[in-house]
């Protein structure tokens, strides 16, 4: 499997994890195995991903790419407030993602 969309899968797995944290708190079985498995299923992804890529890129990426993705996600699908602050870090966290891909991360 390609480094890279190994990569992205991760970076979705533990986006479909974290969203589903709220209901597996609140007590939901299926969100539970969500938080399982798709935490599961990143960590066995990124493991394919360390044999290509270094680890602390490969780490910026996926932390920073998950993080902006939970906070849009929270923002757009589940009504969590914005504000100028908010979305001027979601834009530095997507320029030092794209940053660390310029500075040959490949």
């Known amino acids: 499997m ?5 990569l992205v899968l991760a970076i979705l797995t533990e986006v479909a994890a974290t969203v ?7 007590g939901s079985v299926p969100a539970t195995a ?27 990426i996926w932390a920073g790419a998950g993080t902006a993705l939970v906070a849009t996600i929270g923002i757009v699908a589940l009504g969590e407030a914005v ?13 030092g993602v794209i940053g660390l891909n310029l500075a040959g991360a490949h």
């Open 34 to 60: 969500v938080v399982v498995a798709g935490y599961l299923a990143s960590f066995v992804l990124l493991a394919v991903v360390l044999r290509s890529i270094e680890v602390g890129t490969t780490y910026a």
């Open 20 to 26: 589903a944290l709220k209901s597996a708190g609140e």
């Open 83 to 95: 504000s100028f602050a908010k979305l001027a870090s979601l834009a530095l966290i997507i320029a």
């Open 2 to 6: 390609n480094a890279w969309v190994a």
